[in-house]
């Protein structure tokens, strides 16, 4: 039998195929050869005993983010919100350019609509080539739009705490039953951290709410090339190649057709912002790890 990996707990995996879940125990050989099957995984695995199985090989995977740990994603919804907190271009920029170069088609969100507008963000990245959402967990604003986009497909939401990924979920799919809470509270703090991953399976189609990454986690597992930079940043495409020097990097050269596109208004100027300093943190880790 093969079937997705929903969740991992305990050294069980809970496999759904053709709409039970087994709960399966994982062969010797995963550990020795390093692999640890992952939410979204594919799975090939035996029937032992009614609901119960034995997880005998890892299908081959699309992409695998590492921390939150999940493979296979279809979409990465990058969620923001109006207010507490109030977006953030870096970390939009950074996770759509994780996504970009791990083959995942970002859409991003801006949630807690009911609390102001939020059109000028919508532009920016509408105007960057990405899909945008304008959503609420509270008035249900923008749910359809993101329930159709999620049928058939693997998506994990991710963002910062506080900004209504676990709400907004709720809204869509009332049966997940997410916990959801303030940030400041206690509990809060503790809960956020944690790593667990699950996949939930909604219309057609699979979700994942994810504690979200921190910047730390985005620089230190999920390295970028700097040479492969300006192409995870899909609005840069038109300039790249127009530049008076092959070797341009795009952050201080002159005659670099990128600094020229946003001098000319062609270019969002925080986009070019977040590539450079990226681009700055990417060469300075990698002088590090030489000493
Ligand atoms: N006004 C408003 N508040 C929201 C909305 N979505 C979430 N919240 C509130 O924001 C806080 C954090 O929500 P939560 O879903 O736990 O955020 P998460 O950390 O991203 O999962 C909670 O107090 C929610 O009630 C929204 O669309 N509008
Ligand atoms: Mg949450
Ligand atoms: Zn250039």
Same mark, same amino acid.
């Not at 230190?220 to 940043?233: D, N, Y």
């Not at 990097?249 to 596109?261: D, F, I, P």
């Given at each position: 039998m093969t079937g997705i990996?929903?969740?991992?707990?305990?050294?069980?995996?809970?496999?759904?195929?053709?709409?039970?879940?087994?709960?399966c125990k994982a062969r010797g050989i995963f550990r020795k050869n390093g692999e640890t099957p992952t939410?979204?995984?594919?799975?090939?695995?035996?029937?032992?005993?009614?609901?119960k199985g034995v997880v005998t090989k890892i299908m081959p995977r699309k992409n695998l983010l590492v921390r939150p740990p999940i493979a296979n994603v279809d979409r990465l919804f990058i969620v923001s919100s109006h207010n507490t907190p109030a977006p953030n271009a870096l970390l939009i920029d950074r996770l759509t350019a994780i996504a970009v170069n791990n083959d995942i088609e970002p859409v991003i969100v801006f949630n807690k609509s009911d609390l102001g507008q939020m059109d000028d963000w919508k532009r920016?990245?509408?105007?960057a080539g990405f899909k945008c959402v304008i959503t609420s967990g509270v008035s249900g604003d923008g749910c359809d739009e993101i329930i159709e986009m999620v049928k058939g497909k693997v998506s994990a939401f991710t963002g910062n705490s506080g900004v209504g990924k676990s709400s907004l979920l709720n809204c869509m799919f009332p049966d997940l039953g997410l916990k959801t809470g303030d940030v400041s509270s206690k509990l809060g703090r503790g809960r956020h951290t944690t790593r667990h991953v699950e996949l939930y399976p909604v219309c057609g189609g699979y979700v994942a709410d994810t504690p979200g990454f921190s910047s730390l986690?985005?620089?230190?597992?999920?390295?970028?090339?700097? #040479?492969?930079?300006?192409? &995870?940043?899909?609005?840069?495409?038109?300039?790249?190649?127009?530049c008076r020097f092959t070797s341009c990097?795009?952050?201080? #050269?002159?005659?670099?057709? &990128?600094?020229?596109?946003v001098q000319n208004g062609e270019l969002e100027k925080s986009r070019v912002e977040s590539y450079i300093a990226i681009y700055n943190e990417i060469k300075d880790i990698k002088e590090w790890e030489k000493r």
């Open positions: 990996l929903l969740k991992a707990i305990a050294g069980f995996y809970y496999v759904e195929a053709g709409g039970n879940i087994y709960e939410v979204g995984d594919t799975l090939e695995f035996e029937v032992i005993d009614n609901l920016l990245y509408t105007t986690d985005i620089e230190r597992t999920m390295p970028l090339k700097k #040479e492969e930079l300006p192409f &995870v940043f899909p609005d840069f495409s038109d300039y790249l190649g127009c990097t795009h952050t201080v #050269e002159k005659g670099c057709a &990128v600094l020229e596109a």
